[in-house]
């Protein structure tokens, strides 16, 4: 599946670009799981690694991990930097 095959869902598709060296990143991880229990099938969430995709990381002008991007049929709604709370991603996506 392409990453506009990913996006263009019609459930909401959160994107986390991330790094396996990066602190923050591991703080994300389980925010994203519980914001995932929290809305079950309303959203997809997919993990995207900057070392391993560093063209879509630049396409995407990912400057800092983690970044968070959240896509409604193919419209991207909703980026940020940073670590960010369950309640402001389920808010968001609900």
């Known amino acids: 599946m392409t990453f ?3 996006i ?3 459930k909401s598709t959160l994107i986390d670009f991330h790094a396996e060296w990066c ?5 994300m991880s389980p925010i994203l799981k519980e914001t ?5 099938d309303k959203v997809q969430i997919i993990k995207i690694d900057v070392d391993k995709n560093p063209g879509l990381a630049a396409d ?7 970044t968070l991007m959240l896509y409604k049929k ?9 670590v ?3 309640h402001e991603l389920v808010k968001l996506i609900q």
């Not at 995932?36 to 079950?40: E, S, Y």
């Not at 995407?60 to 983690?66: A, E, H, R």
């Not at 193919?74 to 940073?82: A, F, N, V």
């Open 23 to 27: 602190g923050p990143c591991k703080m």
């Open 84 to 86: 960010i709370p369950k």
């Open 4 to 6: 506009e095959e990913m």
């Open 60 to 66: 995407l002008q990912v400057q800092g991990v983690p």
């Open 74 to 82: 193919g419209q991207l709604i909703w980026r940020k930097s940073g």
């Open 36 to 40: 995932k229990i929290a809305l079950g």
């Open 8 to 10: 263009n869902s019609d």
